[in-house]
């Protein structure tokens, strides 16, 4: 659906671009993976030493295929998912392939007990969590 007027003006309420249709990623991943293929979309830097560069291209690619898993487990738009992933590059995969298929994601601090993921799986009615089958947290030290 086109949109019908930029404006819609009851003071003291406004509406922009009534009944049109609008999806981030398509602007910050799909135009940007055709413009800037073998761009770096961001770069992630873990422990010292460990860094991955992501191109406009792999993130297109790696956004596409788990929005594709997602509509294959019958997540679909205003569907809710619950994110609890360590700070690893999957993690903005993850919310934007949930903002391709127009799901409401949830990101859940790592650190957080089952419990607490509970509670807020719970409160948020997800339909589904997305979540790595372990992670390593080292000491950091503190001067």
């Not at 799909?30 to 992630?44: G, H, M, S, T």
């Not at 956004?63 to 903005?92: C, F, S």
């Not at 298929?101 to 719970?122: C, M, N, P, Q, W």
């Amino acid at each position: 659906m086109k949109r019908r007027r930029v404006l819609e003006w009851n003071p003291p309420y406004v509406k922009w671009f009534v009944g049109a249709k609008y999806n981030i990623v398509h602007d910050a991943v799909d135009k940007q993976a055709k413009l800037r293929k073998n761009k770096v979309a961001y770069i992630w830097e873990g422990e010292p030493g460990e860094e991955r560069k992501i191109t406009y291209g792999e993130l297109h690619a790696e956004v596409n295929r788990l929005a594709n898993v997602l509509k294959a487990l019958g997540i679909k738009k205003g569907d809710r998912v619950t994110i609890w992933l360590p700070m690893i590059p999957e993690l903005p995969i993850a919310m934007l392939a949930c903002a391709k298929v127009g799901a409401i994601h949830s990101v859940v601090f790592s650190g957080f007990s089952e419990k607490a993921l509970l509670d807020r799986i719970l409160d948020s009615k997800a339909k589904l969590l997305i979540t790595a089958d372990g992670f390593i947290e080292t000491e950091r030290l503190l001067s």
